[in-house]
């Protein structure tokens, strides 16, 4: 399916200074970059960065001056997913994990899985097919925390909101991704242009490595499963941040937006209630 | 210099499961493991895992029934390190990092340096020279931070010690790690096997990035920094830990040592106050 | 009912300082102490300390000198305790709360009770009479956390262990009084000497105000209910520590115990499930 | 000297519930409320509750169904202080406090003292007299911690604030008490109406016990000591927040001031550097 995703950012630098953007649509074997544009204003000069193991596309902006500085992205993107059948899904094994997966089951700035280890087994140890697992976490986080903004903050993390059970996209998914882990399910943070999210924002939601697949889950329910474009997934939003600004530059306004590129029949996609099929972006 | 390590580590696993062991003496261009040898007794099935960027060597045991295990590791390993004189360092500036150190600035499980931005510029942010910044944080942790086990635990943080002010090598190098990334210098936990260490045990320390090298701090003091055959390198404990248990497996009893392997004249390394000199393993 | 209660304590003082003591039975109304000796070896001087509200009987003991401490306590005490019937218990409303227990509705050190609103309500709202609410979340506590030593530490708070779900007599009760403080219960700490409590130890339960009274709960459900001495309450383990130190002072080694008095027939008592009496100390 | 204070407190009830408003200007020997008016519009029942030790004159309001709600206080208050000197004052000792200010040495919801005790003797232990402390140690937190609003927020406490060094009154105050405590020397915290404060708002310092009086600490430095009408004191906000609610009711807009009523001369005071001067209102 073809979206066209959008940002405006814009910056006041009252110093030089650096920023490292993470806004790019990622590009992987099944999400097709059709066309980007990305531009600057005023012009500074701009590094794409390798990123570690595809998992983001990093773009490093040197201030040299104190400006006022306008970042515009627009990209044509065909994501392409499947849904696999995970009803045989057997427990998971540690043993099967490929290494480069094993990382993703430490606890990390703002997943203390560490800590959530009993709290996962009382709440969700009884049940024994791993993808019915996470969609069960993921209901009840999204039954038990209420979604409203300015009750959470930059520091806050899973060990907080599992309690204090308010926040917005990023505290599910930090909270989605610690109880996967503590399961000893690898879980990984994800970040996107998301379809009609409403207030229009970036969205964050989280990746469960079921049967060698990263499975899509979304514990706020706010917009489909496909209707996501993928920028970048880490450990969590400390590896995933949309900017990481070095030196006296404050953010003032942005825009985000991802609309259907065609006029083909969307058909969003939920998970349902006692249902195995999982959506998997390759 | 050449040093012959060594642990033996005994389990008692009441069910099936898996061990990831993380005891290796890492390869790089200048720690070569002359010999090593390793034995798992009764015999099980064990593989080394590709470790992401070389920085370990991970090693997975399945046990597929109940059983006492003792794992026994030992190698000869000849470590080599350059010190480089850091007097005339340039401020650490965001624009010159590679791509592959720059998430070595994010927050991590056990170093939340967002936390940690004011205080760290509070007191050392009047220093330019970055090598000098990581020497005179490491001092002060040596002399703020009591040593002393039993006070913290597999959950203690940089956040809390940098207030407790008590802790052992890991709460000693998360501090440190996390202080440098909040003055944008990137930061790494290390753990190795140390000379002469009292009690014996593993050690842990940290590397700072300065001047495109990764260079190695020690804020307890309690072993020379030349005395240290690197296991491996990762964000902090969660990366490291010696041993991940996954099942009903119970650690009992640990031996470490790590002694000179020649009779050739050892001059332990430390920072001396107002030096420039720093230690580099390459 | 008449308990013979005794501990004694020993403390090696390598400076000195002061002890406060909190090891007295309370005189109430309905808790008699017949008869009581204290004996300090050497002898030193104390002072018992006119408590807040009859809270506690605080012991001051003054070290002059380095010394080893030797402190013993032995009384006879009838606790009179009576079964309130509270089916019919309206909601509570803080309308009716007397002034003097308003302050038990307020977070404290181990109780962020503010933390845990949302937590509280979405387990515990629906419950219309308090008196159930409080047995159901004593119960939830008695299931959910797991009673072992070792893995909470002075520093441990309620919102700890509601997530962590570990800990220790201290921490079950820390944890029963933020939950009930959350659904606007007053609620406090009580510490006491237990009937046969394993391993012989002080214990801490709490009580919540309902109806007019303070009633008594256990989630740790070690001891009878009617089997308990009141040594005293406070707001949490802060205001009712057994003993707060002052100097270079080291608690080396304590005895405990609490035993029936009288031949008479003794019959424990435990909530049941779905029963409404409730067990006051007046 | 004269003051005249108000505020007014505008509330949108959508449900019955109560309010505890804690407005009142307290009534002490040497703080003499002259003249006072309180109206509620509409009219609602109200209580003045009896304050525990006279530390607060609580008024409970009785909202029996929604409205939107209109509290207007208004007092004439004569606010007499002593300056004590305090340049010879002895080490404190627990052995001399009475038993009424020693739960001031407590840890405290917001002031965990019981984790800043190394901090607080790597700091200020080298200093004698406890008033010099005080003194230094407010000093440290005007030097250290930005005042800043929206970094910190109800749930924030000094164990935070010591190391994000950001905050507002409330957040400056919950350090210095912590740190006095952990010092030893009891501390409480103060609510009160400040003369020209700017942004207009209530205000939060805090109280240390020494050489046998409460003397006034500000490490916000915003506005003179003499300047201050009491409302509260508590062990910490949790104790003394201007209003409690409880049920939906939502607080929508204040005022606050407090003025001169006599046209004499105000002589601002402030602790200079060096002095022992200390400002205690009895």
New interface residues.
């Given amino acids: 399916m073809k979206f066209n995703v959008f940002t405006q950012m814009q910056y006041e630098a009252r110093s030089e200074g650096?920023l490292?953007l993470n806004i790019h649509a990622l590009r992987t074997p099944n999400q097709l970059v059709l066309s980007e544009e990305l531009t600057i204003d005023p012009y500074l000069k701009a590094e794409e960065?390798?990123?570690?193991?595809g998992e983001s596309r990093?773009m490093?902006v040197?201030l040299t001056e104190p400006c006022s500085l306008k970042i515009t992205y627009r990209a044509l993107v065909d994501n392409c997913y499947e849904l696999h059948d995970f009803s045989h899904l057997p427990e998971a094994?540690?043993?099967q994990l490929p290494?480069?997966v094993?990382?993703y089951?430490?606890?990390?700035?703002y997943?203390?899985s560490?800590?959530?280890y009993?709290?996962a087994h009382?709440l969700f140890g009884y049940i024994t097919n791993p993808f019915e697992q996470v969609v069960t976490l993921t209901d009840w986080i999204h039954q038990?925390v209420?979604y409203l903004s300015g009750y959470s903050?930059?520091?806050t993390s899973a060990?907080?909101t599992?309690?204090?059970?308010?926040g917005v996209c990023r505290d599910f998914a930090h909270l989605g991704i610690a109880l996967c882990r503590a399961l000893?399910i690898p879980a990984r943070y994800f970040t996107g242009y998301a379809y009609h999210l409403k207030p229009a924002d970036f969205h964050a939601c989280f990746e469960a490595y079921l049967g060698g697949n990263w499975v899509l889950f979304d514990a706020t329910k706010l917009v489909p499963l496909n209707g996501l474009i993928k920028i970048a997934t880490g450990r969590d939003a400390?590896?995933t941040a949309i900017a990481?600004i070095?030196g006296d530059i404050n953010f003032t306004t942005m825009e985000v937006s991802c609309e259907l590129a065609e006029a083909e029949n969307f058909e969003p996609f939920y998970y349902e209630a006692g249902g195995f099929k999982g959506l998997v972006y390759l």
């Fill in positions: 650096t490292v960065l390798i990123a570690i193991q990093l490093r040197e094994l540690v043993s290494a480069t094993l990382h089951l430490n606890p990390s700035r997943c203390q560490d800590k959530l009993r709290l009382n038990n209420q903050n930059a520091q060990f907080d599992v309690t204090e059970q308010i000893t400390a590896d990481n070095f």
